[in-house]
Nanobody, 125 residues
């Protein structure tokens, strides 16, 4: 079993920055990608950014391009999400996911096998 644990959420003012991290532990998982999703109150969960383990290639949703950066540290099996120029509409619970890569597109990046518990991000106007 693989456990994913997110950290780094909190309250920030609009145009501020936050950094999230997701640490994977447990047995090695067969999937080759990890990603961040988010879910705002009353809305569906949506893809934010993903990264492949083999080449560290990245994929972003259009609404975060130029503002968010996903990265990883292989040794520690950890991924990060640096979020800059935050907007109130970025307010959501952010989840980390891991699994097999499907395609390097925002609509179907990976087939999530494991999920973290989520970390809340609140952006005030």
């Amino acid at each position: 079993q693989v456990q994913l644990e997110e950290s780094g959420g909190g309250l920030v003012q609009a145009w501020g920055s936050l950094s999230l991290s997701c640490a994977a532990s447990g047995r090695h998982f067969s999937g080759n990608a990890m990603a961040w999703f988010r879910q705002a109150t009353g809305k569906d969960r949506e893809f934010v950014a993903g990264i492949t383990w083999s080449r560290s290639s990245t994929t972003y949703a259009d609404f975060v391009k130029g503002r968010f950066t996903i990265s990883r540290k292989n040794v520690k099996s950890t991924i990060y999400l640096q979020m800059n120029a935050l907007k109130p509409e970025d307010t959501a619970v952010y989840f980390c996911a891991a699994g097999p890569l499907v395609a390097e597109t925002p609509n179907s990046f990976l087939r999530a096998t494991y999920w973290g518990q989520g970390t809340k991000v609140t952006v005030s106007s």
